[in-house]
T-cell receptor
Framework: DAGITQSPRHKVTETGTPVTLRCHQT?????MYWYRQDPGHGLRLIHY???????DKGEVSDGYSVSRSKTEDFLLTLESATSSQTSVYFC??????????????FGPGTRLLVL | AQKITQTQPGMFVQEKEAVTLDCTYD???????LFWYKQPSSGEMIFLIY??????QNATEGRYSLNFQKARKSANLVISASQLGDSAMYFC??????????????FGTGTRLQVTL
């Protein structure tokens, strides 16, 4: 258990409204990530963070912004939600495992429906 | 750019049989990592197994093993003695070279495995 929680777990919103998803971790991991999962695409990286106030774009960052003001929290914001942003959003952290390799562990996901 | 291909959208296997889920990858990097994740119907992503590009032996974790063929750029997941609880979506993923910043993952589209009695 990598100690990752996401909130809310489910959200329905309307087109054009702002939405913020929260990822919270309890184990002081440096690296955090936001992915979205859509049928036929697997998971795709939206944004990631390598420290407090240090973030960068992933593969599908258009329409999303992120913030990390504390180590434990990584926020994903949809400034003006669109129907194409209906998806399941996963937060992840990097953690070493056996052999010193890093791997990513995922939160439970947030289902977002934009009407 | 890195690419992961999973050509089997769905697979069936009988309980107690072994099954192989295919994964091929494309990268020009020499150093990379390959992962398999399981996603049951409940939706969470569960890490199963990892293989580094310089690892000489195939990775194993319990009933999971990774058949790594570097020259063919394949990293197939083998599940031995399938159980009903193995029914899930399985994703292959590749990590870009560890350069001191975040290790981003590129995922395949997944294979849905159904274990039957």
């Amino acid at each position: 258990d990598a100690g990752i929680t996401q909130s809310p777990r489910h959200k329905v919103t309307e087109t054009g409204t702002p939405v913020t998803l929260r990822c919270h971790q309890t184990e002081n991991h440096r690296y955090m990530y936001w992915y979205r999962q859509d049928p036929g695409h697997g998971l795709r990286l939206i944004h990631y963070s390598y420290g407090v106030k240090d973030t960068d774009k992933g593969e599908v960052s258009d329409g999303y912004s992120v913030s990390r003001s504390k180590t434990e929290d990584f926020l994903l914001t949809l400034e003006s939600a669109t129907s194409s942003q209906t998806s399941v959003y996963f937060c992840a952290i990097s953690e070493p495992f056996s052999g010193g390799q890093e791997t990513q562990y995922f939160g439970p996901g947030t289902r977002l429906l934009v009407l | 750019a890195q690419k992961i291909t999973q050509t089997q959208p769905g697979m069936f296997v009988q309980e107690k049989e072994a099954v192989t889920l295919d994964c091929t990858y494309d990268t020009s990097d020499q150093s990379y990592g390959l992962f398999w994740y399981k996603q049951p119907s409940s939706g969470e992503m569960i890490f199963l197994i990892y293989q580094g590009s310089y690892d000489e032996q195939n990775a194993t974790e319990g009933r999971y093993s990774l058949n790594f063929q570097k020259a063919r750029k394949s990293a197939n997941l083998v599940i031995s003695a399938s159980q009903l609880g193995d029914s899930a979506m399985y994703f292959c993923a590749m990590r870009d070279p560890w350069g001191g910043t975040a290790s981003k993952l590129t995922f395949g589209t997944g294979t849905r495995l159904q274990v039957t009695l």
